[in-house]
């Protein structure tokens, strides 16, 4: 299933070094929601940073379901929400939440 990005191919900047691939639900890429939570559990697959992001609206019926999720580059999803940025080279087993109406998160 192709799913429309909030940013235009043409607008993404490097904003961080490549650190592999991340997963996010489809309420960030196409639903134009920011990220509230993000983990970083072991990799399933080789380039897999092992980070994913979720906006925190999504059900568990929704996050259980693959389809509801895509595979980009962590710079993809920097140029939609880049108060992620600060955190990416946190280790496996970090979990964080943002403060409720900051870039900043917990």
């Not at 592999?20 to 897999?48: C, N, S, W």
């Not at 140029?79 to 990416?88: E, G, L, Q, V, W």
């Amino acid at each position: 299933m192709n799913k429309e990005f909030t940013v235009n191919a043409e607008e993404i900047q490097p904003l961080v070094k490549s650190i592999g691939f991340i997963l996010a639900t489809y309420k960030i890429i196409d639903g134009g929601e920011m990220v509230d939570f993000m983990y970083r559990d072991q990799p399933d697959f080789e380039g897999d940073s092992g980070w994913r992001f979720l906006s925190g609206s999504e059900t568990q019926e929704y996050a259980d379901n693959p389809d509801n999720w895509g595979i980009y580059d962590f710079n993809t999803l920097a140029n939609h929400d880049k108060s992620i940025t600060p955190y990416m080279d946190l280790p496996l087993g970090t979990a964080l939440e943002r403060v409720k109406g900051t870039d900043t998160f917990w």
